[in-house]
Nanobody, 124 residues
Framework: QVQLVESGGGLVQAGGSLRLSCVAS????????MGWFRRAPGKEREFVAG????????YYADSVKGRFTISRDNAKNTVYLQMNSLKPEDTAVYYC?????????????????WGQGTQVTVSS
């Protein structure tokens, strides 16, 4: 089994920055992609950012493009989400996810493992 543990969430003022981390542990696995999703109160879970493990190609939701950056450190089995210029509408629980097989990085069903989530709150 694979465990994903997120950290780095918290309370920040609008315009501020946070960096989320997601550490993968458990049995050795080779992920096809890693992703970040979020769920705001009263809303559906939505894709935020993804990164292909083989190519390093990155993908972003339009709402975060230019403000958020996804990256990875394979040696540490860790994926990061650097969030800059945060807005109140970025407030949500952020989830890390790992996809073992190929599929759309934008789509939740492509992912096999999920973390427990970390709360990000942006005050105005």
């Amino acid at each position: 089994q694979v465990q994903l543990v997120e950290s780095g969430g918290g309370l920040v003022q609008a315009g501020g920055s946070l960096r989320l981390s997601c550490v993968a542990s458990g049995r050795t696995f080779s992920s096809n992609a890693m992703g970040w999703f979020r769920r705001a109160p009263g809303k559906e879970r939505e894709f935020v950012a993804g990164i292909r493990s083989s190519s390093g190609n990155t993908y972003y939701a339009d709402s975060v493009k230019g403000r958020f950056t996804i990256s990875r450190d394979n040696a540490k089995n860790t994926v990061y989400l650097q969030m800059n210029s945060l807005k109140p509408e970025d407030t949500a629980v952020y989830y890390c996810a790992a996809a073992v097989w190929s599929g759309s990085v934008y789509s939740s069903p492509s992912y096999d493992y999920w973390g427990q989530g970390t709360q990000v709150t942006v005050s105005s």
